[in-house]
């Protein structure tokens, strides 16, 4: 990974897309995965508003482990080293796809969520808001019971459902992140999922040098100024 270490220490502005590969590494199943979220029976209706409007109560049995059970989880050696580059001055900014929090839990400052995030919750009927926390608070004072505002309301995380919007500043920021690079880094995603996977190439058109790690090919390895395949190799390289 030379090349690429070369390329970061000589960049003014590297810029980062984390995917679901990086939270693998901490234990974290992949929704998409033989494991995941997916894979469970209502699974289409999940992640989708209009059930959520509907019956709000299938998003919550389907997201109480892989959801609301991600304070059990720590970050993993690619968020550690992301915050290390941070902390030299190379690293501008971190878009995700990912919902876990563990970038901003370990310690990057400018993280920007383009699929949305649990960590706030705001209810359906009347927009009164809740930390994650405290809707965790909830659920494990009432188990099996939907969070609901005292107007009756249910809570609904800020991740984006099926039917909704991408957060608009979240994914301009990560726009720009990724236009105003001259390093990007593509880790843990089959750049898959639009728009987000659109982030690298806005990179691409700038002139940044793109270095993809992931397990998987993905559409823009030919175009990659290097592609690897081991997240952890990256994250120990980076940190050497």
């Not at 679901?20 to 995965?33: E, M, N, Q, Y």
């Not at 290390?84 to 001055?89: A, K, P, R, T, V």
């Not at 400052?109 to 919750?121: A, D, R, T």
């Not at 405290?134 to 494990?140: D, F, H």
Request: a neutral charge.
């Amino acid at each position: 990974m030379k090349k690429m270490i070369e390329a970061i220490r000589n960049a003014r502005h590297v810029g980062c897309l984390t995917g679901a590969g990086v939270s693998t590494l901490c234990g974290i199943p992949d929704f998409r995965g033989p494991q995941g979220l997916y894979k469970q029976k209502d699974a289409e209706r999940i992640f989708d508003i209009d059930w959520f409007d509907r019956d709000p109560s299938i998003y919550y049995r389907g997201c109480a482990e892989l959801v609301y059970g991600l304070d059990r989880f720590e970050p993993g050696p690619v968020h550690r080293a992301l915050k290390h580059l941070e902390d030299m001055g190379q690293l501008k900014g971190i878009a995700t796809q990912n919902i876990d929090m563990l970038h901003q839990k370990a310690g990057s400052s400018n993280v920007y969520e383009v699929h949305g995030s649990p960590i706030l919750h705001h209810c359906r009927r009347c927009g009164a808001e809740k930390t994650f926390a405290e809707v965790l608070a909830m659920l494990r004072a009432a188990p099996g019971e939907v969070p609901r505002c005292t107007c009756g309301g249910a809570y609904k995380p800020d991740i984006t459902f099926f039917g909704e919007a991408l957060p608009e500043a979240a994914f301009a920021a990560a726009q720009s992140l990724a236009m105003r690079s001259d390093v990007f880094l593509v880790l843990g995603t089959s750049l898959t999922v639009f728009p987000a996977a659109g982030l690298p190439r806005l990179a691409l058109q700038g002139g940044a040098k793109v270095f993809i790690v992931n397990a998987q090919p993905t559409s823009l390895d030919p175009f990659a100024a290097g592609v690897y395949r081991d997240l952890a190799e990256f994250a120990n390289a980076l940190l050497r």
